[in-house]
Nanobody, 124 residues
């Protein structure tokens, strides 16, 4: 019934940028914590970033700090992940998910609402 759909992925060169978007189906993102997660082939899912309800807190995986920025645009019911200075190791399917709390450190297993991810490929 409720889901979060990630979009905006694509193929970029190392050092390039992408902005991912998260859109809700059946609910309003403004009232939820929204996390970004990624999973590469043969790798475990990992938390990339999260923004709490009311934007009280933001969280980032250590390897993306200073390169990625999470933000809300409440009027458009959208959450973004701006990704700069992309590296080949950022290549993965990226997902967004919603819950009452970020639950940072659980790698997304506590998040309630998920949806289709978007492929990000960083290659020369």
């Amino acid at each position: 019934r409720f889901s979060c759909k990630a979009s905006g992925g694509g193929l970029v060169q190392p050092g390039g940028s992408l902005r991912l978007s998260c859109a809700a189906s059946g609910f309003t993102l403004d009232y939820y914590a929204i996390g970004w997660f990624r999973q590469a082939p043969g790798k475990d899912r990992e938390g990339v970033s999260c923004i709490s309800r009311g934007n009280v807190s933001t969280y980032y995986k250590d390897s993306v700090k200073g390169r990625f920025t999470i933000s809300r645009e409440n009027g458009k019911n959208t959450v973004y992940l701006q990704m700069n200075n992309l590296k080949p190791e950022d290549t993965a399917v990226y997902y967004c998910a919603a819950d009452s709390f970020c639950r940072w450190g659980t790698e997304g297993y506590g998040m309630d609402y998920w949806g289709k991810g978007t492929q990000v490929t960083v290659s020369s």
